[in-house]
């Protein structure tokens, strides 16, 4: 049980050092750094504006569209690293399967720029 817990000390360690550091950080700061709070500083929004309007707004669905396709094109082409890094010992096994990974994220990728899910206006 000790042996366990002594391969978990280097992270303890780490940390314990950053949580300290944060807090030596924020301290050193608030004494020597400047500190002049006016009633707009201390205002829910501190950039000095009023705020108007709803809080809630509506953000068009494309955008969720746009980062979701990013995502998972970006995802996908993480999984072309570790077939790079075996591909000798996979042979043709590999090289068929990737290539049908590959063909279905380009038919993917065709399809969503031919209905226009990349444009961005």
């Given at each position: 049980?000790?042996?366990?817990?002594?391969?978990?000390?280097?992270?303890?360690?780490?940390?314990?050092?950053?949580?300290?550091?944060?807090?030596?950080?924020?301290?050193?700061?608030?004494?020597?750094?400047?500190?002049?709070?006016?009633?707009?500083?201390?205002?829910p929004?501190?950039?000095?504006?009023?705020?108007?309007?709803?809080a809630?707004?509506?953000?068009?669905?494309?955008?969720?569209?746009?980062?979701?396709?990013?995502?998972?094109?970006d995802?996908?082409?993480?999984?072309?690293?570790?077939?790079?890094?075996?591909?000798?010992?996979?042979?043709?096994?590999?090289?068929?399967?990737?290539?049908?990974?590959?063909?279905?994220?380009?038919?993917?990728?065709?399809?969503?720029?031919?209905?226009?899910?990349?444009?961005?206006?």
């Amino acid at each position: 049980m000790l042996t366990v817990l002594s391969d978990f000390a280097p992270i303890a360690a780490l940390l314990i050092l950053v949580v300290g550091m944060s807090f030596l950080i924020l301290f050193m700061s608030r004494i020597f750094g400047p500190y002049r709070p006016t009633a707009r500083k201390l205002a829910p929004y501190e950039s000095g504006m009023q705020p108007f309007g709803q809080a809630i707004r509506r953000i068009p669905v494309r955008f969720y569209r746009v980062a979701v396709l990013f995502i998972l094109f970006d995802i996908e082409v993480i999984f072309f690293l570790p077939w790079a890094v075996i591909f000798r010992d996979l042979r043709v096994y590999g090289l068929v399967v990737m290539g049908v990974f590959f063909f279905v994220l380009t038919v993917g990728f065709v399809y969503e720029w031919k209905v226009g899910g990349l444009e961005w206006e």
